[in-house]
């Protein structure tokens, strides 16, 4: 149960960082925070090699995901440099979604056996993420009407948080010891 709240904590954490950084134009302590959290948890955890592939599929996710909202101009990020690819995923919120990642195994587990409640759950606690970065930190600033982006990313964590659940659910059983 400690291991949950520290892994959440931790998590809440460096979205702080990485977002109030993000907003003064400055990616890299964010960077950094996410990189500290991953090894932690990876450290910590006893399914490292199913954590690392659910980790990989969400950079991917991200890169994905935020790249579109970036490239129909949807919303313009702070510290939008670098990216993955040029013009695409800011690296300080790819290491959010590598960290967020990490929660699947841990604090979020039971979403890879309830996919409806994933699925709910990336629907409105992506866009909310999103929303609030924008307005509390201007960690990025949508373009009018905002509803459009809201609704990218809707469907964007909709799509993920479930697929990225149920992945996490199937490798660590496939590599839990008998």
């Not at 592939?53 to 909202?69: E, F, K």
């Not at 699947?104 to 409640?117: E, F, H, Q």
């Not at 199937?170 to 010891?177: D, E, F, G, N």
């Amino acid at each position: 149960m400690i291991a949950t709240w520290t892994s959440l904590i931790g998590y809440q954490a460096v979205w702080f960082v990485a977002v109030i950084f993000a907003g003064r134009g400055q990616p890299w302590p964010g960077v950094l925070a996410a990189l500290a959290f991953v090894v932690w948890q990876l450290g910590v955890t006893t399914q490292r090699r199913s954590a690392s592939q659910v980790l990989a599929v969400a950079l991917v996710c991200g890169v994905v995901i935020d790249g579109l909202v970036r490239g129909l101009h949807l919303a313009d990020y702070a510290a939008a440099s670098p990216a993955v690819p040029g013009g695409g995923a800011p690296v300080w919120i790819l290491g959010l979604w590598a960290c967020f990642s990490l929660t699947l195994s841990g604090p979020l587990r039971a979403l890879g056996t309830r996919p409806l409640l994933a699925v709910l759950l990336g629907g409105i606690g992506g866009p909310l993420a999103y929303a609030g970065a924008a307005r509390g930190w201007d960690a990025l600033t949508f373009h009018v009407p905002e509803w459009r982006a809201l609704a990218v990313l809707g469907v964007g964590w909709a799509v993920a948080m479930p697929l990225l659940a149920a992945l996490n659910h199937r490798w660590s059983l496939a590599r839990t010891p008998a």
